[in-house]
Each structure stands twice: as C-alpha cells, then as structure tokens.
C-alpha cells in the first residue's frame, strides 16, 4: 500500500514539474487539458482541473474543482491577433464575475500596462512599465484604485 502511495506521489510530482510548454501544446495539437487527483488507491479519482487551448497554445479557459468534483473557479483569457494576453476574467462557481485584468501594450508588444477590476467593474489596481530603446524595462509604478501612487520599481542592469 505505501509502495502504491509512493508511485501516485512521484505521477502527480512528475505532471506537474514537467507541464507542457506552449509549444509542445501547439505542435501537437492538444486543445485541452484535464487533470485528475486521487488520494488513495481507495478512493475515486477526482477532477482537480481543465484547461482549453486555443491553436497557438494559449490558455484560453481554465476551471479549478473543489475537493468534491464541484467547479470552484473558471478563468478566461483573450489574445489580440499578436498572441499578447489582453484580458483575464475569473468567475465563481455560479459564472458571478470575481475580477478581471486588462493588459496593455506598446507597439513592440512589450507589456507596458495592467489594470485590476473588481467583480463591479471598479479598478483595485493599476501598473504601467516604462523600458529603454532596447527593451529592457526601466520603471514599473503601481497605483491604486484611487491613481494613488502605492510603489515605484526601478530597473538597473550590470554587463559583465
């Protein structure tokens, strides 16, 4: 019996310490993903998640499962046309909006802005990143939900 625990611990730590790139999923094809738990040998297996990829190997939707099989959480995620995530919405078991992200970016599709809402729509925080001509980022501040400014990230890089 502990020899078969010890089996199902290194499966579970194997899947998840070697997940699939998203270009092994593009290049393979898979469209989804569902991952299943079991907690003995006696017990059931339990669906722990499911997550769909569109062609490119974005994650597109991903459902969380309480302990009981029952969903807990769905997260959808949009792509612009240049593969950026654009947007993240998670919703509770009954599909009630729980938050969203909208990302923003510059013409060299680097992220220069992330923006957290409530389930009302209302802004928790925001952050925009400044970089230098060659694309390295130079400043990241992070304001509230009021514009108040809460930090400021500073980026300084050493060449060897």
Not at 89 to 96: I, L, P, R
Not at 103 to 117: C, V
Not at 125 to 152: P, R
């Amino acid at each position: 019996m502990k020899i078969l625990n010890l089996i199902f611990i290194l499966l579970y730590l194997h899947t998840s310490v070697f997940a699939q790139s998203k270009k092994e999923i593009r290049e393979n094809k898979i469209t989804s993903e569902t991952v299943y738990n079991t907690k003995s040998a006696d017990s059931k297996e339990i669906k722990d998640s499911y997550t769909a990829y569109d062609k490119n190997g974005n994650a597109i939707e991903k459902i969380d499962y309480n302990k009981d099989g029952a969903i807990k959480t769905t997260e959808k995620h949009t792509y612009s046309a240049n593969k950026n995530k654009i947007e993240e919405t998670v919703y509770d078991a009954t599909g009630k909006l729980i938050s969203k992200t909208s990302y923003i970016y510059n013409t060299n599709d680097e992220k220069i802005g992330e923006i957290d809402y409530d389930g009302s729509g209302n802004i928790l925080k925001q952050s925009y990143t400044t970089y230098d001509a060659k694309g390295f980022k130079v400043e990241k501040k992070i304001f509230d939900g009021n514009k108040k400014l809460i930090s400021v990230k500073k980026y300084v890089y050493t060449k060897r």
